[in-house]
């Protein structure tokens, strides 16, 4: 059918009932934990001939479309010939709340599988059972309701003329894109060299529903090598959306710059750029309450109306475009931005939307997934991301606190929190003698503790009125819910251990090797490529992030030629015990390289106290030189006014000095004479300490290198990232000075790019 558009029940009726304001004040998750009990329970009472969980499907013509709409009912039921159709909701609210009319869109779900029973059925009327169940008391309240086929028919067809405007477009939009999608060509003359060979396995991997790791070199152009031959598989109808997930905010900017690169050769295709709330919330604070904002209030009235004015006139909602037809329609930009989701063919987003049980897409259906593919710009970074991801901590002092506060009301929050602070003083005994309190097993009394307090703090969080008690009670429940969600995580890949110092007991849930928790994400999306310069070695990688039967690697020679970037290695140690005597000489070498010739220069250190130390030596020795210096925790404006330095119109020599590692080390692009070269101090190792150390043992353990697991190939990657901030382009030059005696060794020098050799 040319002219079929697919859309699911809920979908139908959430878009023509949306209504109201956003209220992002605390819900109660554990309907979200315990609904499938209570629809389960209720359901195991129906008699022989009823039916649960019933798939419901047909077909409707309207004005020029034909939907295919789907879904699944919670039961139909059988009572003396009449057929009963039952929608179960759960809820924490008190039943005596509810009233038949509190809730139109449950009854809209219930009345259009009630049409298609009908017409599969040849009935001509069916009763609607509307069922609440409240997950705690497990009390049951059914509102009944008997309609014809003829009232069946009436609403549903209203339900398509609000849906119809929505669907005609994404039809229009659909046949559009796939048409520009066949007449587009690579956005650029020609491809540069490696960028043929890169697209050609990205497009091979995507038809064939594998993975890649692709190593290839700074500079070559990977973002439009990989979002190419990505869109010229949608055009094929292989799949209908594709993300494009970054590590760092300045990236996205190179992805968004891709599609522009082909919209403006004629291509037709939606992208909404994901902007974290913090960053475009409108108001000081985000506090998502209709009191508060005035783009909370009524959003939902107006958000339909929002999303299809935009999508008539743009086709990039990057965060600009989002803030301006946010305010134009008074409604809150993050989201909407995640309402433009639905009618987008391309995300660029943080990793953390698709990989983090905590912030995920929760809108984004695994039917979604399935077509889609994930594209993982630097995915060098994603290691440690999805460790940190997937590891949890909890403190003692939180409840410490809480147990404090409310001393006075001796109520069940009190007994709790008494019982948990209980829990970790039995903990630090058990834990205070021994050299390295790690263990193969959570504390399973403490997760019992835990869950018991997460359901006393959902109703009391409810009850409590805006005040200091209710934030750090709510601040404690989602670490408390964090950390308990993460224990359903652990196996053999994790270990929990434990840090004591003075009154104070801190556990943490830490994951090891992060290859079993991507690969669940990753296996419900139809490819994933993982790409970056640094992917190196490969094995690790794939050994961290990979899924061995679905992998192909492929490693991309640099278009450069070596004559671009002249690479040398000075032997001065830069280990930590050597670090201050050799500090006058380091100084000096940096002089001296930056002095060869004017122009503009990035030092990189391996620690923000060493760079410190480093940065008044040389003002005070070398003070006619420039210089700019990465500070911590710089908001955005900062950090592209320290970029917007480095210019080529420059007179005098320019030195920057920043961490390795950190927001200026990967991810920038300083074309031509705005960069001309990179100094890198040390070998980049990540500080020793306790968490790097347990890595290093679980790898022994299991036949790896540990030390290069959890320091070198790490510590390289950093490495080889700053260095890869010098040649951009084809006609880049400059200089790479490398500094440490390690890089003689044969062990770093294996490690380094072929083009630096």
């Excluded at 979908?11 to 499938?36: C, P, Q, R």
């Excluded at 490398?738 to 380094?752: F, P, T, V």
Aim: aromatic share 12%; net charge negative; charged share 25%.
């Amino acid at each position: 059918m040319e002219n079929c558009i697919k859309v699911s029940v809920r979908s139908l009726v959430e878009y023509a009932h949306t209504a109201g304001s956003i209220d992002l004040t605390f819900k109660s998750s554990v309907s979200l934990i315990e609904g499938t009990k209570a629809h389960q329970k209720i359901q195991s009472e129906y008699g022989e001939s009823d039916v649960k969980e019933r798939h419901i499907s047909g077909t409707v013509a309207y004005e020029q479309l034909e939907f295919q709409i789907e879904g699944r009912c919670d039961g139909l039921l059988l009572n003396d010939d009449q057929y009963i159709i039952e929608e179960i909701k759960s809820t924490m609210k008190d039943l005596n709340e509810i009233s038949e009319n509190s809730y139109p869109v449950h009854w809209a779900q219930a009345k259009v599988y009630g049409y298609f029973i009908c017409e599969e059925l040849q009935l001509e009327q069916i009763t609607i059972k509307l069922t609440y169940v409240n997950i705690l008391s497990e009390q049951k309240m059914s509102f009944y309701l008997l309609f014809t086929k003829n009232d069946l028919t009436n609403y549903l067809y209203k339900m398509l003329e609000s849906y119809y405007p929505f669907a005609k477009w994404k039809y229009d939009h659909i046949e559009l894109r796939n048409q520009t999608i066949k007449d587009l060509s690579f956005p650029f003359p020609s491809f540069r060299k490696g960028q043929r060979k890169l697209a050609g396995a990205v497009y091979q991997t995507i038809q064939e529903s594998n993975n890649l790791f692709a190593i290839a070199p700074t500079g070559i152009g990977k973002t439009v090598s990989t979002i190419f031959p990505t869109i010229k598989s949608m055009g094929e109808n292989s799949i209908n959306r594709m993300f494009y997930l970054t590590s760092k905010t300045i990236t996205r900017t190179v992805a968004e710059e891709a599609f522009k690169r082909m919209t403006d050769q004629g291509l037709c295709i939606s992208c909404t750029t994901i902007t974290a709330k913090d960053k475009i919330c409108f108001k000081e604070e985000t506090i998502c309450q209709k009191e508060y904002c005035e783009f909370a209030n009524g959003y939902y009235d107006r958000i339909n109306g929002a999303v299809l004015d935009i999508l008539s006139s743009q086709t990039a909602f990057t965060r600009e475009k989002i803030e301006e037809y946010a305010r134009k329609h008074k409604v809150c930009p993050f989201e909407y931005s995640l309402d433009l989701l639905n009618s987008s063919d391309a995300i660029i987003c943080d990793v953390n939307y698709i990989f983090d049980p905590r912030v995920s897409l929760k809108r984004l259906f695994d039917e979604h997934k399935r077509s889609s593919v994930l594209l993982i710009d630097e995915a060098h970074n994603l290691v440690d991301r999805a460790r940190e991801m997937y590891s949890a901590s909890i403190f003692k002092s939180k409840f410490l606190e809480l147990k404090n506060r409310y001393k006075s009301i001796k109520d069940d929050l009190y007994e709790s929190v008494n019982d948990i602070n209980k829990r970790f003083i039995e903990l630090r005994k058990i834990w205070k003698d021994t050299v390295a309190p790690v263990s193969k097993e959570f504390d399973e009394d403490l997760i019992e503790l835990l869950h018991k307090f997460n359901e006393i703090a959902e109703i009391k969080l409810q009850e409590l009125d805006e005040d200091d008690n209710k934030q750090i009670l709510l601040d404690t429940y989602f670490e408390s819910l964090n950390f308990v969600k993460i224990a359903e995580f652990f196996d053999e890949q994790y270990i929990c251990y434990y840090e004591l110092y003075k009154s104070e007991v801190h556990v943490k849930l830490f994951c090891l090797d992060p290859s079993k928790v991507v690969n669940d994400v990753i296996k419900k999306f139809r490819s994933t490529i993982y790409f970056s310069a640094t992917l190196t070695p490969v094995q690790y990688f794939q050994d961290m992030l990979g899924d061995q039967e679905r992998d192909y690697t492929i490693s991309i020679d640099s278009p450069f030629s070596k004559e671009q970037l002249q690479v040398t290695i000075d032997s001065l140690s830069t280990r930590y015990q050597d670090r201050e005597k050799n500090l006058e000489r380091l100084v000096d070498t940096i002089y001296k390289e930056i002095s060869k010739s004017k122009g503009n220069y990035l030092v990189f250190y391996p620690s923000y106290q060493y760079l410190i130390q480093s940065i008044e030596l040389f003002q005070t020795k070398y003070p006619t030189i420039k210089t700019i210096v990465q500070e911590n925790g710089m908001s955005e404006f900062e950090r592209e006014d320290f970029l917007l330095q480095f210019n080529s119109l420059n007179e005098e020599t320019l030195v920057g000095f920043a961490v390795l590692g950190g927001i200026f080390s990967e991810g920038i692009d300083l074309k031509g004479d705005r960069l001309n070269g990179v100094v890198v101090i040390g070998v980049g190792l990540p500080q020793i300490c306790l968490e790097r150390n347990i890595l290093k043992d679980h790898f022994n353990s299991v036949g790896k290198n540990g030390y290069y697991y959890a320091y070198v190939f790490p510590g390289m990657n950093k490495v080889m990232q700053a260095g890869g901030r010098v040649i951009r382009s084809e006609t880049d030059k400059g200089t790479l000075l490398l500094i440490d005696d390690r890089y003689k060794s044969a062990l770093y020098q294996n490690l380094l790019p072929v083009e630096w050799k």
